[in-house]
């Protein structure tokens, strides 16, 4: 059984950074992170294919956040930078045995951490 546990997050001001860590148990071919503030859906934040390497982000955050593995420690991390107060959210590490296509649909992953709460402010 794949387990997540998320650390990292926090209250920090406008343009400052933050790193958020996922440490990953068991056998796991892809990782991402999502968020999701108050009233929205789950959206996607950056993922990994852990055997190639291959990231993918979403708009928003890619010129600012960055994705980066610990292999020995099977732990994902994501790197945010200039933050801004529309990052503020509930961000979720998930996690899937399987390879696809796109890292971006949040019902193609079977594991989830129990989110770490990201406030950004003004």
């Known amino acids: 059984q794949v387990q997540l546990v998320e650390s990292g997050g926090g209250l920090v001001q406008v343009g400052s950074s933050l790193s958020l860590s996922c440490a990953a148990s068991g056998r796991i071919l892809t990782m991402a992170w999502f968020r999701q503030a108050p009233g929205k859906e789950r959206e996607f934040v950056g993922g990994?294919?852990?055997?190639?390497?291959?990231?993918d982000y979403a708009d928003s955050v890619r010129e600012r956040f960055a994705i980066s593995r610990n292999s020995a420690r099977n732990t994902l991390n994501l790197q945010m930078n200039v933050l801004k107060p529309e990052d503020t959210a509930v961000y979720y590490c998930?996690?899937?045995?399987?390879?696809?296509?796109?890292?971006?649909?949040?019902?193609?992953?079977?594991?989830w951490g129990q989110g770490t709460q990201v406030v950004v402010s003004t």
């Open positions: 998930a996690a899937s045995e399987s390879l696809m296509s796109t890292l971006r649909f949040p019902h193609t992953y079977e594991f």
């Open positions: 990994i294919t852990l055997s190639s390497g291959t990231t």
